[in-house]
């Protein structure tokens, strides 16, 4: 796809003006799909944590069009209860609902660990105090509050073309808006559904995960069939565009719909950025036909290089039977009683069986067995062990569906963040931390968690393959630190 990203890119270069991306909910930093585009796409970051945003600040201080705004959003301005969970990431304006964490071990880290009050702003409010007329698309992650965040921006709504939200199905948090909600309210701001993505499923206390269930996707005449895991549906990222991006006509203007072609390119919607160009060729001047001609060039050669892929693909799976993932469920009260203090050297293998979520079966490699992360950005080993502060603990990642995944990989060690740092090596990239001298651990098992910024889809799916992936990961090493003389 580098020369469709190229072309596109210089597709940007042309525009008359950069694009706007509002970014709200921003822990963790920004998605490559934004960065490739350099200078032409003005980012901005919006997160109430602020020393999360000085962190991010630092990362991307030789990025001058990236900027990071300390504020908390919402239907209007005013004060709030921010209620902080185990896992910070999943704090929310919305009171953890109970009996979702009560009866849903994987949701143990968005228990309520206390309230603060904060400041909130709202989106229209600020723009007009910053001198932002023009917002082209707002991603929105922040733990139930995104139809809050929406109902206080009608009018930078009007400027939008592209919405991605993470939605709820059932409630993760007391009285939050659902999926419908969200849906109504942006159809009466001229918005339609396009694609979910990253469906979040959580198996109830007592029952397995490990079930196979065979579905299908459809897309036309093209059936898509796998094997989901069991559990319910909790959530999911919903992707909503403006009515003349799914239907766009030549009356837009060809470089309203070279921006809509960038916008929608960059979340892979490749058929929306085809229509967009061949829309825009109509009224194209001349000096500009060219580079609208090269992406539309580009994309086909992707569209063809990718078909003769997915049969290459078809033909391997046709030699080859791919087993049905059976990641073991988590059951972290069975460890509270038996774990035991860490002593020396222990190694959890990709390959064995082990406790923890958001991992796929074990897959043959070289020179190691690993295991993916996903479909989720998070994965988790659960071992019974107490671990303490001063440990070293190394993962080695052998696999990776996008380099710059490796650039943002995020270790927390019982909910506390283990800074990392990586080595390339002939078996993979090893990454390393030592848990901080701070650490004071409120369970006696040990929860080893990664987060990755993004999982990348399998396209087309495999069957027996998780939907999307992240990192393979071969080992977890732990290390006690020395006892001392």
Same mark, same amino acid.
């Given at each position: 796809?580098?020369?469709?990203?190229?072309?596109?890119?210089?597709?940007?270069?042309?525009?008359?003006?950069?694009?706007?991306?509002?970014?709200?909910?921003?822990?963790?930093?920004?998605?490559?799909?934004?960065?490739?585009?350099?200078?032409?796409?003005?980012?901005?970051?919006?997160?109430?944590?602020?020393?999360?945003?000085?962190?991010?600040?630092?990362?991307?201080?030789?990025?001058?069009?990236?900027?990071?705004?300390?504020?908390?959003?919402?239907?209007?301005?005013?004060?709030?209860?921010?209620?902080?969970?185990?896992?910070?990431?999943?704090?929310?304006?919305?009171?953890?609902?109970?009996?979702?964490?009560?009866?849903?071990?994987?949701?143990?880290?968005?228990?309520?660990?206390?309230?603060?009050?904060?400041?909130?702003?709202?989106?229209?409010?600020?723009?007009?105090?910053?001198?932002?007329?023009?917002?082209?698309?707002?991603?929105?992650?922040?733990?139930?509050?995104? =139809? #809050?965040? +929406?109902?206080?921006?009608? !009018? @930078?709504?009007?400027?939008? $073309? %592209?919405?991605?939200?993470?939605?709820?199905?059932?409630?993760?948090?007391?009285?939050?808006?659902?999926?419908?909600?969200?849906?109504?309210?942006?159809?009466?701001?001229?918005?339609?559904?396009?694609?979910?993505?990253?469906?979040?499923?959580?198996?109830?206390?007592?029952?397995?995960?490990?079930?196979?269930?065979?579905?299908?996707?459809?897309?036309?005449?093209?059936?898509?069939?796998?094997?989901?895991?069991?559990?319910?549906?909790?959530?999911?990222?919903?992707?909503?565009?403006?009515?003349?991006?799914?239907?766009?006509?030549?009356?837009?203007?060809?470089?309203?719909?070279?921006?809509?072609?960038?916008?929608?390119?960059?979340?892979?919607?490749?058929?929306?950025?085809?229509?967009?160009?061949?829309?825009?060729?109509?009224?194209?001047?001349?000096?500009?036909?060219?580079?609208?001609?090269?992406? =539309? #060039?580009? +994309?086909?050669?992707?569209? !063809? @290089?990718?078909?003769?892929? $997915? %049969?290459?693909?078809?033909?391997?799976?046709?030699?080859?039977?791919?087993?049905?993932?059976?990641?073991?469920?988590?059951?972290?009260?069975?460890?509270?009683?038996?774990?035991?203090?860490?002593?020396?050297?222990?190694?959890?293998?990709?390959?064995?069986?082990?406790?923890?979520?958001?991992?796929?079966?074990?897959?043959?490699?070289?020179?190691?067995?690993?295991?993916?992360?996903?479909?989720?950005?998070?994965?988790?080993?659960?071992?019974?062990?107490?671990?303490?502060?001063?440990?070293?603990?190394?993962?080695?990642?052998?696999?990776?569906?996008?380099?710059?995944?490796?650039?943002?990989?995020?270790?927390?060690?019982?909910?506390?963040?283990?800074?990392?740092?990586?080595?390339?090596?002939?078996?993979?990239?090893?990454?390393?931390?030592?848990?901080?001298?701070?650490?004071?651990?409120?369970?006696?098992?040990?929860? +080893?968690?990664?987060?990755?910024?993004?999982?990348?889809?399998?396209?087309?799916?495999?069957?027996?393959?998780?939907?999307?992936?992240?990192?393979?990961?071969?080992?977890?090493?732990?290390?006690?630190?020395?006892?001392?003389?």
């Amino acid at each position: 796809m580098a020369a469709f990203d190229e072309a596109v890119l210089r597709l940007a270069k042309a525009l008359p003006a950069q694009l706007t991306v509002v970014d709200v909910g921003c822990r963790w930093g920004f998605a490559d799909r934004w960065l490739r585009f350099g200078d032409r796409a003005r980012v901005i970051g919006f997160d109430p944590d602020v020393e999360e945003c000085r962190r991010l600040e630092d990362r991307y201080r030789d990025q001058p069009w990236i900027s990071l705004v300390p504020e908390g959003l919402g239907a209007e301005p005013g004060t709030a209860t921010l209620y902080v969970t185990k896992e910070p990431a999943a704090s929310s304006l919305y009171p953890p609902a109970a009996a979702a964490v009560d009866h849903h071990p994987a949701l143990e880290d968005e228990r309520l660990d206390h309230a603060e009050t904060v400041q909130l702003v709202t989106l229209d409010d600020w723009a007009t105090g910053a001198g932002v007329d023009v917002v082209d698309l707002v991603k929105l992650d922040t733990q139930g509050s995104e =139809l #809050d965040i +929406l109902r206080g921006a009608p !009018r @930078t709504l009007a400027s939008v $073309r %592209a919405i991605e939200c993470e939605v709820q199905f059932n409630e993760l948090y007391d009285g939050v808006p659902l999926f419908g909600d969200v849906d109504r309210y942006l159809r009466a701001h001229g918005f339609v559904l396009w694609q979910f993505r990253n469906l979040a499923h959580h198996a109830r206390a007592g029952s397995r995960l490990d079930f196979s269930i065979p579905t299908s996707w459809y897309h036309d005449s093209y059936q898509a069939d796998f094997h989901a895991k069991a559990g319910q549906l909790f959530w999911c990222d919903a992707f909503f565009v403006k009515q003349d991006v799914a239907a766009p006509t030549p009356q837009l203007g060809w470089a309203e719909l070279a921006r809509d072609a960038c916008l929608t390119s960059a979340f892979g919607f490749y058929d929306l950025a085809q229509m967009a160009l061949d829309r825009a060729l109509e009224t194209a001047p001349p000096e500009s036909a060219p580079r609208l001609q090269d992406a =539309l #060039d580009a +994309l086909e050669s992707m569209l !063809r @290089t990718e078909e003769r892929r $997915r %049969a290459e693909q078809r033909d391997a799976l046709h030699a080859i039977s791919v087993p049905v993932i059976a990641a073991p469920p988590a059951r972290p009260w069975l460890l509270e009683r038996d774990s035991v203090p860490l002593v020396g050297t222990h190694t959890v293998h990709a390959a064995d069986e082990f406790e923890g979520t958001g991992w796929g079966g074990p897959e043959a490699g070289v020179p190691s067995m690993w295991r993916w992360t996903g479909p989720g950005r998070e994965a988790a080993v659960d071992l019974p062990l107490r671990v303490p502060p001063g440990t070293r603990v190394e993962v080695l990642v052998v696999a990776v569906r996008k380099r710059t995944i490796l650039d943002q990989l995020a270790l927390e060690v019982n909910g506390l963040p283990v800074p990392l740092r990586s080595e390339h090596g002939p078996d993979g990239w090893t990454f390393t931390g030592v848990v901080p001298e701070s650490y004071a651990p409120s369970r006696r098992f040990t929860r +080893l968690l990664l987060r990755t910024t993004e999982t990348v889809p399998l396209d087309p799916p495999v069957p027996g393959a998780l939907l999307a992936q992240g990192v393979g990961v071969a080992r977890f090493t732990l290390t006690a630190p020395p006892v001392p003389a």
